[in-house]
């Protein structure tokens, strides 16, 4: 059974600091593109940033510069360290895994910037 659970989620206010952990099991995860998505109210779900399975990494213009996409294989875990937030990153943040057209998604945990 493939589970990606995300934790670290919460309320933070604007400039402050969060890291997003999704751990994964029933997968290869060394194979896994790994895949950081938010969605906020009233919009559709975006990918915030991801990483291969070579360490290669993209990012939304809107988070470049602030956020950084990581991994460990050893523990199954993507992460996501999320810098200077603003009051527009406030969203539900998802994981996701990708190989060969394969595609699972974590539960999601919410992010809330706000003073």
């Known amino acids: 059974q493939v589970q990606l659970v995300e934790s670290g989620g919460g309320l933070v206010q604007p400039g402050g600091s969060l890291r997003l952990s999704c751990a994964a099991s029933?997968?290869?995860?060394?194979?896994?593109?790994m895949g950081w998505y938010r969605q906020a109210p009233g919009k559709e779900r975006e990918l915030v940033a991801a990483?291969?399975?070579?360490?290669?990494?993209n990012y939304a213009d809107s988070v470049k510069g602030r956020f950084t996409i990581s991994r460990d294989n050893a523990k199954s875990t993507v992460y996501l360290q999320m810098n200077n937030l603003k009051p527009e990153d406030t969203a539900i943040y998802y994981c996701?895994?990708?190989?060969?057209?394969?595609?699972?998604w974590g539960q999601g945990t919410q992010v809330t910037v706000s003073s």
């Open positions: 996701r895994s990708l190989r060969d057209s394969v595609t699972y």
């Open positions: 029933g997968i290869i995860f060394r194979l896994n593109v």
């Open positions: 990483i291969t399975s070579g360490f290669m990494t």
